[in-house]
């Protein structure tokens, strides 16, 4: 079993920037796919970035160009840098792993076994 926790989410104005952090309890996570998730209000889970085991990213295109995933292997924490943050970015973060690796890492939520408890973004305009 391998748990998660996120820091980081906060309540800013439109243009803004966060980091959040997910750090892990895995003794590696050099050999997982890991991903970040979030659920605004009366809609579904969405994914909104992923990162494969060799470093190769995937965005939802309503984050590309303002989000950045990246993950410290050494330190096993996952880090999702979100900048130009918009009111519509508002939404409970999850982190997520799965002990699958992955080149290409999907952002459909069966894939993921792990996920941590999420952690609250607030954007205002």
């Known amino acids: 079993q391998v748990s998660l926790m996120e820091s980081g989410g906060d309540s800013v104005q439109a243009g803004g920037s966060l980091r959040l952090t997910c750090r892990t309890s895995a003794r590696s996570i050099s050999g997982f796919t890991m991903a970040w998730f979030r659920q605004a209000p009366g809609k579904e889970r969405e994914g909104v970035a992923g990162i494969g085991t060799f470093g190769s990213t995937l965005y939802a295109d309503s984050v590309k160009g303002r989000f950045t995933i990246s993950r410290d292997n050494d330190k096993n924490t996952l880090f999702l840098q979100m900048s130009s943050l918009k009111p519509e970015d508002t939404a409970i973060y999850f982190c997520?792993?799965?002990?699958?690796?992955?080149?290409?890492?999907?952002?459909?939520?069966?894939?993921?076994?792990?996920w941590g408890q999420g952690i609250q973004v607030t954007v205002s305009s």
């Open positions: 997520a792993a799965s002990p699958i690796g992955r080149d290409h890492p999907p952002l459909q939520r069966p894939y993921y076994d792990y």
